[in-house]
């Protein structure tokens, strides 16, 4: 009974010291990173553009989207499941809808899946942030600047399935965009059929073009890993 006990205080005493190791929303965008954003956002850019003026493709242009009233783009065909959720594109909004999408906002369009690491999110509301021509300011109400944050060990790249070689960051980023990288992973074509598949993607589904170097890079990565002989192929 006593080591019941003294296990239970042990996993109180971890659960406690978790909690208080997280930080707030508000802490994480004081020291967002708005270049590790630009990085986020590439899984992005197969649906949405974030020019001023640019075009709405899968998803509606981004462009100032932090603050602005949700399904507020002119002449995008927003479904019913986002006008009815309303309101505006606040930050700590924006936070949740992009960690569960399609749990924030049961019948949404959009597919992506989310992002489920925290300071993923705040670098790329920070660098969304950064195309309004009022950007908002993330220093926090309580005079604290987030202190202690950039010293947090650096996170090990998890790729999933996808086999860790030159070129698997760029592959992974445009790939799960839309889908399982295991999708990617359980495909065997040669490069020009990977380039084809790819176009076929941009012309008839409204994904956007990858552009240089990436797109090489990503080629390069499926030829000699995803290939007709399918070196990598998930086994058992």
């Given at each position: 009974m ?12 971890a659960?406690?010291a978790g909690?208080?190791?997280a ?16 990085k986020?956002?590439k899984?992005?850019r197969a ?6 003026g640019?075009?709405d ?9 932090v603050g602005?009233?949700?399904a ?5 065909a927003?479904g019913d499941?986002?006008?009815a959720?309303?309101g ?8 949740e ?9 049961p ?12 300071a ?11 195309t309004?021509?009022?950007p ?5 109400t ?11 060990e650096?996170?090990e790249?998890?790729?999933?399935t996808l086999?860790?070689?030159p ?7 445009y790939?799960?965009?839309c889908h ?5 992973a ?5 490069r020009e059929h990977?380039?084809?598949l790819?176009?076929w993607?941009i012309?008839?589904q409204g994904?956007?073009?990858i552009e ?5 890079i990503?080629?390069d ?5 995803y290939?007709?002989?399918r ?6």
């Amino acid at each position: 009974m006593l080591f019941r006990l003294a296990g239970a205080g042990l996993v109180l005493i971890a659960l406690g010291a978790g909690a208080a190791g997280a930080q707030s929303l508000e802490e994480l965008l004081a020291v967002a990173d708005v270049a590790k954003g630009t990085k986020v956002f590439k899984k992005c850019r197969a649906c949405h553009t974030i020019e001023e003026g640019g075009p709405d493709r899968i998803g509606p242009n981004l462009w100032a989207v932090v603050g602005r009233p949700v399904a507020s783009v002119a002449g995008y065909a927003y479904g019913d499941a986002m006008h009815a959720y309303g309101g505006s594109w606040e930050p700590a909004r924006l936070d949740e809808y992009l960690a569960r999408p399609r749990k924030v906002v049961p019948g949404t369009k959009m597919a992506f899946a989310g992002l489920p690491k925290p300071a993923d999110r705040a670098d790329l509301i920070a660098y969304l942030n950064q195309t309004s021509p009022e950007p908002m300011s993330f220093t926090p109400t309580n005079g604290k600047t987030g202190e202690g944050a950039d010293a947090q060990e650096p996170e090990e790249a998890d790729f999933g399935t996808l086999f860790d070689a030159p070129g698997v960051e760029e592959t992974f980023v445009y790939c799960t965009a839309c889908h399982s990288e295991m999708i990617v992973a359980q495909q065997g074509k040669t490069r020009e059929h990977w380039a084809d598949l790819f176009d076929w993607m941009i012309e008839e589904q409204g994904m956007a073009e990858i552009e240089e170097p990436d797109r090489s890079i990503v080629l390069d990565y499926l030829a000699a890993n995803y290939n007709e002989d399918r070196p990598n192929f998930p086994r058992p």
